[in-house]
């Protein structure tokens, strides 16, 4: 299977696991009386629209390159990401204007049994986390790992929600608000998450260089291949899934220019071949300079 089909079942899995949820939240927030279970039903609605971003993103970047796109459609990825973070960020701005709307407002006790949904939320919400963050590092999909932290960032409001029920249940009348500083803290911590994910999808627009240990791969690649002496300059630029390389090598500077090229072309095959996750491999030879 490939790294795109996977993140596109990986998906999938987030958008069914999120629709239950959302029900089970909402149900369970309406008529246990809690709003901090509301609030992560607003969330994990969110959560089903962003993951459907995803997808489209995953099968848009997915798509071959074309005469306007000859490295490919991969910057479509960063691009949903960027989407998906203004989803999060929409939700936590709803969550906390509810949240401080209801802490001034009288209402009734939350039910001792909305924890145990809870906790059964949370045990399900961080193990969808590790299953999708390990398929993101996996594919080396942005938009999976932002996907992913929808999941992290859904068990954290349910456990800041388990705690402010318990502190309502324990200490009574008079500490019902509790359950809607949780939800306050809650998109406090979604909009925290909002900018973890935001930040590296806009390093992958602006080309910014955080590839260091994939550097040292080519180059331990490049230096077997025969009849290339050593690599100089390495730029490397990510875009979906896949890593374009700009590379040079140095060869002998006596031989010709049809060997050279022979030499070329051999590395960037050798690159591709035992590297699989790269995409357009650009080299440049240089002539070994012999010093007197």
Known sequence: MTNEETAIRTTWFSIAGNTLLAVIKGLAGFFGNSY?????????????????????????????ADKNHPYGHGRAEPLITFIVVGFLITSATIIAYESLKNIGTPHEMPHMWTLFVLGA????????????????????????????????????TSVSAFVGISIALIFGKGYESADDYAALFS????????????????????????YDDLVEEIRKVSHEVKGVMDTEKCFIRKAGMK??????????????????????????????????QLGHVLIHIEPHKQHN
């Open 187 to 210: 998109s406090a911590f979604i909009l925290y998450n909002s900018y973890l994910i935001f930040r590296p999808a806009l390093g992958e627009i602006m080309d910014e260089h955080v």
């Open 121 to 156: 939320i949370i045990f399900w919400k961080e193990a969808s986390y590790r299953f999708v963050i390990k398929k993101s590092k996996q594919t080396m999909s942005s938009s999976l790992k932002a996907d992913a932290w929808h999941h992290r960032s859904d068990a954290i």
């Open 36 to 64: 901090a279970l509301i609030a992560d039903a607003i969330e994990s609605t969110t959560d089903i629209f962003s993951s459907f971003l995803v997808l489209f993103g995953l099968k848009y970047a997915n798509r071959p």
């Open 243 to 276: 890593y374009h390389v700009d590379l040079h090598a140095i060869v002998d500077g006596h031989i010709s220019v049809t060997e050279g090229h022979a030499i070329a072309h051999l590395l960037k095959d050798t690159l591709r071949e035992q590297i699989p």
